[in-house]
């Protein structure tokens, strides 16, 4: 993979990842809905579990650099 793409998709993926993690866990921290109209359980683990595989996605993509 090209140097110049491989890290334009590793940030977009780590950042996107970041926030999710954080916004989710803020959201669950002052107890508030992470999704409106599912089980707060499910959808906290849930945006957690996409949080960290764009995480990860992005790292991969770091690593191809």
């Known amino acids: 993979m ?3 793409p ?3 998709t590793g940030m977009v993926f ?3 990842g970041g926030g999710l ?3 989710t866990g803020v959201r669950a ?3 508030q809905p992470v999704a409106h109209g599912v089980s ?3 959808s906290v683990a849930l945006a957690g579990v996409v949080g960290v595989l764009a995480f990860a ?3 991969w993509c770091f690593t191809r650099v």
Request: hydrophobic residues 60%; without cysteine; glycine residues 10%.
């Open 2 to 4: 090209e140097n110049g």
């Open 6 to 8: 491989a890290i334009f």
């Open 14 to 16: 780590a950042l996107f």
């Open 21 to 23: 993690l954080v916004w």
């Open 29 to 31: 921290r002052q107890r």
């Open 40 to 42: 707060p359980v499910a």
């Open 57 to 59: 996605v992005g790292a």
